[in-house]
T-cell receptor, first 116, second 116 residues
Framework: DTAVSQTPKYLVTQMGNDKSIKCEQNLGHDTMYWYKQDSKKFLKIMFSYNNKELIINETVPNRFSPKSPDKAHLNLHINSLELGDSAVYFC???????????????FGPGTRLTVT | GEDVEQSLFLSVREGDSSVINCTYTDSSSTYLYWYKQEPGAGLQLLTYIFSNMDMKQDQRLTVLLNKKDKHLSLRIADTQTGDSAIYFCAEEGPADRGSTLGRLYFGRGTQLTVWP
């Protein structure tokens, strides 16, 4: 069974369009994330949600809006797509324990977004 | 906590040992992590080390931590072609508001190529 799934796997679209990427986890985790990986493989966190509440909101354009309808889902909506948005977007999830354990994140397979 | 440095490429012959090095910046990081990314896939947690430890061994993997120099290394013994992947080092940043866990900062990854 897939632990963290994302759809679509590939997304090709034109500049100016609006698109969404969906993420679902079946691990029962209460924290979910969106990461962006650029062409040089640099991985940077964009957002983090804990129990449907936004925790981390890195400096990303407000064209990016995460939405968490429930603990198991975190979707990413992108308005007015630009060439620089082309990247691989990863969803991840983890369980928040009381501090004392390692911080294990489970990643989805990624969505490769190409803006033309 | 955002300057995690790794060399970008490493090539070894099958059966040899691989050593991937990383330097990090946040001395308060409770755990330090190694993630593996295979082609077309998300990141997968390989191993981690508690910051009070110098070494951790897990089957073919040995993690060495030099806290004084903020240097982390991953040694893979008897490297196999299936070990070819990108390896990411990660440190923890401080916890954000509303969370008990800090965010992860990743290095740019080391592409390990194993030749038969």
């Amino acid at each position: 069974d897939t632990a963290v799934s994302q759809t679509p796997k590939y997304l090709v679209t034109q500049m100016g369009n609006d698109k969404s990427i969906k993420c679902e986890q079946n691990l029962g985790h209460d924290t979910m994330y969106w990461y962006k990986q650029d062409s040089k493989k640099f991985l940077k966190i964009m957002f983090s949600y804990n129990n449907k509440e936004l925790i981390i909101n890195e400096t990303v354009p407000n064209r990016f809006s995460p939405k968490s309808p429930d603990k198991a889902h975190l979707n990413l909506h992108i308005n007015s797509l630009e060439l620089g948005d082309s990247a691989v977007y990863f969803c991840a999830s983890s369980q928040e324990w009381d501090r004392g354990g390692a911080y294990e994140q489970y990643f989805g397979p990624g969505t490769r977004l190409t803006v033309t | 906590g955002e300057d995690v440095e790794q060399s970008l490429f490493l090539s070894v012959r099958e059966g040899d040992s691989s050593v991937i090095n990383c330097t990090y910046t946040d001395s308060s990081s409770t755990y330090l992590y190694w993630y593996k990314q295979e082609p077309g896939a998300g990141l997968q947690l390989l191993t981690y080390i508690f910051s009070n430890m110098d070494m951790k061994q897990d089957q073919r993997l040995t993690v060495l931590l030099n806290k004084k120099d903020k240097h982390l290394s991953l040694r893979i013994a008897d490297t196999q072609t299936g070990d070819s992947a990108i390896y990411f080092c990660a440190e923890e940043g401080p916890a954000d508001r509303g969370s008990t866990l800090g965010r992860l900062y990743f290095g740019r990854g080391t592409q390990l190529t194993v030749w038969p």
